[in-house]
């Protein structure tokens, strides 16, 4: 089979007050499919939130643009939430089954492009999320008896838990929404910003290549 190498734009998936997000179809560019690996684009605007979810396949995020940019992330089997700041620059992996949310706490737009391996996806060459909020948020699809019993809540706070957020994937928090606080120390360890990476190859009046191994970020291994 003859593979097209030709550059293809990403699809829009959704598009909305905070924020937008892209994917290239595997269906559209069978070059993704037969390499096994995903992409998408996230796009926020100020104050754009990208409710929780969780993906099938392990990713790796760069931002492209912005410097306000906020991640929450709660790993398997973790106690607690770590919440990381994020700047034009940055690699931040995210592996499968990792939930995390993402906000745009700056003045500029967001933008992050995401890139994975997808041998074990459900879709080769796309990411299939799971979200955990919203009117695509898995707990809608349980009764709110059901709900109130799994989470030893009453009925109106079963249905609140599961209902009452109408937004779809990314909306527009309002001015002054209180949010978690970054910790600094987490975002050192978790979070490695490129950009200011001293290159591996320079040459004078062409460019720099810069690479990123496990051995500079270990958190690439995990």
Not at 53 to 68: F, P
Not at 130 to 145: E, P, V
Request: contains cysteine; charged residues 20%; glycine residues 10%.
């Amino acid at each position: 089979m003859e593979l097209n190498f030709s550059p293809k734009f990403a699809q829009k998936i959704f598009e909305g007050k905070g924020g937008t997000y892209c994917s290239w179809s595997s269906t559209e560019y069978e070059l993704l499919k037969e390499a096994k690996v995903g992409g998408g684009r996230l796009v926020l605007q100020p104050r754009g939130f990208a409710f929780p979810h969780y993906a099938d396949s392990n990713k790796i995020g760069y931002v492209l643009q912005g410097s306000g940019g906020v991640v929450g992330m709660v790993y398997p089997k973790a106690s607690q939430e770590v919440v990381l700041t994020l700047k034009a620059g940055d690699i931040i992996p995210v592996s499968s089954g990792v939930v995390s949310w993402w906000y745009n706490n700056g003045d500029s737009e967001l933008v992050i492009v995401f890139l994975g391996e997808t041998s074990k996806a459900y879709i080769l060459g796309e990411f299939t999320y799971f979200f955990l909020a919203g009117t695509l948020g898995i707990l809608g699809g349980f009764s709110t008896a059901f709900n109130s019993r799994a989470y030893n809540l009453n009925i109106e706070e079963a249905e609140n838990l599961a209902k009452r957020q109408t937004g779809v994937l990314i909306i527009k928090l309002a001015e002054g929404q209180k949010m978690p606080q970054p910790s600094k120390n987490s975002t050192d360890k978790m979070v490695y910003n490129i950009d200011a990476a001293s290159p591996d190859f320079h040459v004078q009046n062409a460019g720099n290549l810069a690479s990123l191994t496990e051995k500079k970020f270990p958190s690439l291994e995990k």
